[in-house]
């Protein structure tokens, strides 16, 4: 199938809850333990918890109704804003937010997180990041202002998380909606960005949704023309066994506006 048959997902959306019982659940069959949770949480871990990044608004832009790479902004951001493409994932993670009957367990990042900062008190963490999200908006990258009517703080730092890729129908598209998002962003912020190398799909209930297939030196490029320092990059290769999406290896990086 070629990519442009695939469905893109802010376009043509998913179900947020078979997302994340497939991607991002604690049970012991799923397949992205490391490249979905315990990799990407130690990495936002460490940069959060190195002092660098800190300031009063984080804007997290991530693909479906994820929250867990978060838990380690607490002490460095007072305001956390989310962007969401799609209605049914905002509902979702609101589910979560207001401590509603069904909404999604994240109980087993929770207590990852508070392992990872040594702490003991895992009700306090999550209490601590429902309260830290202050709004939870809906994106449209056909709009100049991409949240509409809804103005939004510049952003200390901004924080991505497997989104680019799946907007954007090849790379040239993919640098754009970089170059809208990073619009956000205050002179001399920084971002945090976590995303998958070489995918060009990912399937969620049966269906298949594109993914724009970029490396390494593509990534870094596309920093440097637009104006970021890169201070940390780092490449994990694949561990999972599944035939749900098709990346090589994860990436992490961070990087800041000169």
């Not at 460490?46 to 902004?73: E, K, Q």
């Not at 709009?143 to 799946?166: H, K």
């Not at 490396?215 to 599944?242: C, P, W, Y």
Request: with cysteine; glycine share 8%.
């Amino acid at each position: 199938m070629e990519p442009g048959s695939h469905k893109l997902y802010h376009v043509h959306g998913f179900h947020s809850r078979n997302m994340l019982d497939m991607y991002c659940s604690g049970k012991a069959e799923m397949p992205f333990t490391h490249e979905a949770l315990l990799y990407p949480m130690e990495k936002f871990h460490n940069a959060f918890s190195s002092g660098d990044f800190m300031g009063d608004v984080l804007i997290d832009i991530s693909t479906g109704p994820i929250i867990h790479h978060l838990y380690a902004a607490l002490k460095y951001f007072r305001n956390i804003i989310l962007l969401k493409a799609s209605d049914h994932c905002i509902v979702e993670v609101k589910k979560w937010t207001d401590n509603r009957t069904g909404a999604f367990d994240w109980s087993h990042t929770s207590t990852r997180a508070t392992e990872l900062a040594g702490q003991s008190d895992q009700c306090e963490t999550e209490i601590g990041l429902r309260a830290a999200i202050k709004h939870v908006v809906k994106f449209d990258l056909q709009q100049e202002n991409l949240t509409g009517s809804v103005g939004l703080p510049q952003a200390d730092c901004l924080v991505f998380w497997c989104i680019l890729e799946t907007i954007s129908k090849d790379f040239e598209e993919f640098v754009g909606n970089f170059r809208k998002f990073s619009k956000l962003l205050k002179p001399g912020g920084c971002i945090m960005y976590y995303g998958g190398l070489n995918c060009t799909f990912f399937m969620v209930g049966g269906e298949k949704f594109n993914v724009c297939k970029y490396n390494e030196s593509d990534f870094r490029s596309m920093l440097s023309n637009e104006g970021f320092v890169i201070t940390h990059l780092e490449v994990s290769q694949r561990k999972a066994e599944s035939d749900l999406l098709d990346f090589d290896s994860v990436m992490f990086c961070t990087a800041y506006k000169k």
